[in-house]
Nanobody, 124 residues
Framework: QVQLVESGGGLVQAGDSLRLSCAAS????????MGWFRQAPGKEREFVAV????????YYSDSVKGRFTISRDNAKNTVYLQMNNLKPEDAAVYYC?????????????????WGQGTQVTVSS
């Protein structure tokens, strides 16, 4: 019912910034919690950030807190991840996900819809 398409990934050097976008279609996600996850080769998918439906609550993994900012524009049905001071360990495929449940969650199993991912590569 909901399709998510990520964009904005690319190749950057350590210390640079990127802004990822996640465009939702099919129906509004204005009442959904929206999350970002990432997966590097040989590693499990890990939680990055989540934002509640009304932007009232955000939560970040310890590894990105203070560097990344999640935001949303419900009028555009879009979620963003501003990534500052990127580090080589941030390199991964980044996935956008939507959770129909109330509140926020950090476990991938809690999310109902997923995008195909966008590649972020960070060179040192």
């Amino acid at each position: 019912q909901v399709q998510l398409v990520e964009s904005g990934g690319g190749l950057v050097q350590a210390g640079d910034s990127l802004r990822l976008s996640c465009a939702a279609s099919g129906r509004t996600v204005s009442t959904y919690a929206m999350g970002w996850f990432r997966q590097a080769p040989g590693k499990e998918r890990e939680f990055v950030a989540v934002i509640s439906w009304n932007s009232g609550n955000t939560y970040y993994s310890d590894s990105v807190k203070g560097r990344f900012t999640i935001s949303r524009d419900n009028a555009k049905n879009t979620v963003y991840l501003q990534m500052n001071n990127l580090k080589p360990e941030d390199a991964a495929v980044y996935y956008c996900a939507a959770d129909r449940s109330y509140g926020t969650a950090v476990a991938p199993r809690c999310y109902d819809y997923w995008g195909q991912g966008t590649q972020v590569t960070v060179s040192s």
